[in-house]
């Protein structure tokens, strides 16, 4: 039996899916599309990553921030390679590797570094104030520290909201 339950994908059709395809049997359809130019590098993009974040969380960890730095800088020197005019050199990964966290002023008023959120900025999540999960509270407090301006986008509104609006 087939790894591919019925639905509806958008998938890169990779090798291992290609096989997939072949073993559907008679009582059941695939639809393949081109890639749209317009749009093919964010699947692709996605499907590298996908495989190279796989690769990389197998490395050993007493090697692993060291070894995935060289693997890194190899993977960017072969994009190089076949595109050298879209490609600069400061694109490597410095050695030794390392995170920028903050960066921020030192007056008299405010000298200390801004909280981290507590969800990464790199991500994205969705508030439900369920139990055990991060409180929406205390989500934007900590992302209002770090805020040089704040957007909200609210869904839902409670009357005792409204009324503390109109007063």
Known sequence: MT?????????????AIEHEIAQ?????RADTEPLEPADSHLLLARHIAGVIRNALREIPE?????????ISNEILRSVSVSLPQQFADDDYVAEPPQRL????????????????????L??????????????????????????????????????????????
């Open 122 to 167: 790199s991500q994205s999540d969705l508030l439900v104030n369920a139990r055990d999960e991060p409180r929406i509270g205390a989500v934007l407090e900590r992302e209002i520290d770090s805020a040089d301006r704040v957007d909200l986008i609210i869904a839902f509104i409670r009357w005792s909201g409204l009324r503390v609006c109109s007063v």
């Open 62 to 70: 007493e090697e692993r921030v060291h070894r995935q730095t060289q």
């Open 3 to 15: 790894k591919l339950p019925d639905g509806l994908y958008d998938l890169l059709v990779t090798q």
């Open 101 to 120: 966290a903050a960066v921020y002023p030192i007056d008299a008023l405010k000298s200390r570094r801004p909280a981290a959120p507590e969800i990464p």
């Open 24 to 28: 559907l049997g008679q009582k059941r």
